[in-house]
């Protein structure tokens, strides 16, 4: 894949970009859903948050994971770009994994507030916690590669 080489830097400013995207989108989600779960569920106002919903996932938070995970492949199939003995590759890519499944679950709350069943105020606060989190960890082996 010597290929990549040349363009790695663009390959790992798209990366870094998708990623703030799908961030941004994890991190608003939770907050949304709470402002959902405190209307009436029948009421023309919760069907327009579900629609808001859809969109959000459908135009931003999916596409966004897919380039994220895409361009973060080259990276990592670009020679050099990553010691393979360093064990902050492998906690960053648990992260990442993490990651995707959080957002596996709030795919799964858009769901259910679909099908109007709100999921616990608790869950919802700990859905906003949990990417930041996550995010930490993930820039801190990036950046500090301990």
């Known amino acids: 894949m010597q290929g990549l080489v040349p363009v790695y830097r663009e390959l790992l400013a798209a990366h870094v970009f998708f990623v703030i995207v ?3 989108g994890m991190l608003t ?4 859903y709470l402002r959902h779960c405190t209307l009436p569920l029948t009421s023309d106002a919760a069907r327009a948050f ?3 919903e859809r969109q959000i996932f459908k135009r931003m938070i999916n596409p ?15 020679p050099g770009a990553i010691a393979w003995n360093a064990a902050w590759w492998l906690v960053k890519f648990a992260a990442v994994i993490a990651l995707s499944g959080h957002h596996g679950v709030l ?21 906003i916690a949990t990417p930041l989190v996550l995010g930490a960890v ?9």
């Open 29 to 32: 989600m939770p907050a949304i």
């Open 64 to 78: 966004a994971m897919y380039a994220a995970w895409g361009f973060g492949i080259l990276l990592i199939l670009t």
């Open 107 to 127: 795919s799964t709350w858009r769901r259910a507030l679909r099908d109007g069943d709100c999921p616990s105020i608790a869950a919802l606060r700990l859905g």
């Open 138 to 146: 993930i820039v801190g082996m990036v950046v500090i590669q301990p």
């Open 22 to 24: 799908w961030m941004a």
């Open 50 to 52: 579900v629609a808001l």
